[in-house]
């Protein structure tokens, strides 16, 4: 496990910092405008600096907002225009907004004859248009008084109703709207619709959620299989010139601890759905898959002086569904290849098990004594967790490697803890 610990924290420090580069353009204070690549940071607030290439293999540059006029990542829904924020445009929003320059890039999120742009602050989110050269704050606060009950002042409903007026529009158009992009978006892009004028709504680039559906197969070299089963040895011992009253004697031995070590294979699917945040970078998943160990052997042996030898060999065969649910963060290395890393949660279902346990002992004098096993009755839940990483090609074909801890419990009480490393491919379907 350690290995496997020293790989994962190798990739995940080497590759974390590498977002991809996009094709995009940006235009500068002298108006001219760059066709380059631009490192997507697919940002949650507005951005203060961009990094970019003028080509693929190019070094890296940085500009800040100051030096930008625009800048847009074709494709996605960034794209960003610089206006000055001061207090003549949002009044006492000015101090709520903790802007540490007046320079801003507000996120266009309507662009057309009728513009629609978001401000994304540390604590709040603010919207403003642009009618004609005039940009303006839509006026919204949300309070709570000292009775805990949130008030809401929506100013902004009558701003748009006041200022964009359309004959298809009516009054519940107005008042139905909510303070947020996807709400806003939609009004411009009708409002710009009624007025027959070309537009894009940026919210239609936006990152989406993607969900996948994928076969998967692999092997499993289980490195460990232990249990807690013990056994009880009781004798008497009879009366002597030292001590004249005989003694009951009782002693726990533990029972075939390991099992060898032993290979199996899985086949199962998994159920993929990567967030709609940071270019799908992060997922979650389910990959549930049924697995079989046909056979595994274990043994032990200790003595008890002047009572007997002993062997105790078992054999055990089981079969279980396996469901891992975890977290996975993707890293982009190229155009073809992204290589992940997963933590999961799994939970185990007992199909069936057998377990046969033969004891062979040679007494070692004529004591009468008795000999049986002990059940583990503290058993734990079936389940366990895995750490891995893999690498995806081409957006289809996958391979990874996770290295698991799990318990399963068997039949009559058996408490089986296993370890190993699984080798998985995996398909995707869709």
């Not at 107005?174 to 409002?191: G, H, K, P, V």
């Not at 027959?196 to 239609?204: D, K, P, S, T």
């Not at 069936?352 to 002992?361: A, K």
Request: hydrophobic share 35%.
């Amino acid at each position: 496990m350690k290995s496997l610990r020293i790989v994962f924290l190798f990739i995940t420090s080497s590759v974390f910092a590498q977002v991809n580069f996009q094709e995009g353009y940006f235009i500068d204070n002298s108006n001219t405008k760059v066709e380059c690549f631009i490192k997507n940071l697919d940002w949650k607030r507005n951005p203060q600096t961009i990094t970019y290439r003028l080509t693929k293999d190019a070094s890296e540059e940085t500009l800040s907002s100051s030096q930008l006029k625009e800048f847009r990542i074709y494709e996605t829904d960034n794209f960003y225009r610089r206006y000055t924020i001061n207090k003549e445009l949002v009044g006492l929003f000015i101090e709520e907004m903790q802007l540490s320059t007046n320079f801003v890039l507000l996120k266009v999120l309507v662009d057309g004859q009728f513009n629609l742009y978001e401000l994304h602050t540390n604590s709040n989110y603010y919207f403003f248009y642009k009618k004609k050269a005039e940009l303006v704050l839509l006026d919204y606060k949300k309070t709570v008084d000292k009775n805990n009950t949130i008030r809401e002042s929506s100013k902004f409903k009558k701003q748009l109703y006041d200022n964009f007026k359309c004959d298809d529009f009516k009054l519940k158009d107005y008042s139905n709207l909510r303070y947020n992009s996807t709400n806003l978006s939609d009004f411009f892009s009708e409002f710009n619709e009624c007025y027959g004028g070309e537009y894009v709504n940026l919210q239609n680039q936006r990152t989406k959620a993607k969900v996948s559906f994928k076969v998967r197969g692999g092997l499993n070299l289980i490195s460990s299989q232990t249990n807690k089963n013990s056994y009880i040895l009781s004798y008497t011992i009879p009366p002597w010139s030292a001590n004249p009253i005989s003694q009951d004697v009782s002693k726990s031995f533990t029972g075939v601890e390991k099992y060898d070590s032993s290979n199996n294979f899985s086949l199962g699917i998994e159920l993929e759905v990567r967030l709609p945040f940071v270019q799908n970078k992060w997922s979650v998943f389910a990959a549930p898959n049924y697995q079989n160990v046909s056979e595994t052997y274990g043994s032990a042996s200790f003595s008890e002086t002047n009572i007997a030898d002993f062997k105790i060999t078992s054999n055990l065969s089981y079969s279980f569904i396996q469901i891992p649910i975890g977290l996975r963060r993707y890293f982009y290395v190229n155009d073809r290849i992204e290589i992940y890393a997963n933590i999961a949660y799994i939970q185990n279902l007992v199909l069936s098990s057998d377990e046969s346990t033969q004891i062979s002992d040679v007494p070692t004098s004529s004591r009468p004594y008795s000999f049986g096993a002990k059940v583990n009755r503290e058993t734990a839940s079936s389940s366990g967790g895995s750490l891995g990483i893999g690498f995806v090609f081409l957006g289809k074909y996958g391979l990874d490697i996770n290295y698991y801890g799990l318990n399963l419990n068997l039949e009559d009480d058996f408490q089986l803890n296993m370890k190993g490393i699984a080798i998985n491919a995996s398909y995707t379907i869709f």
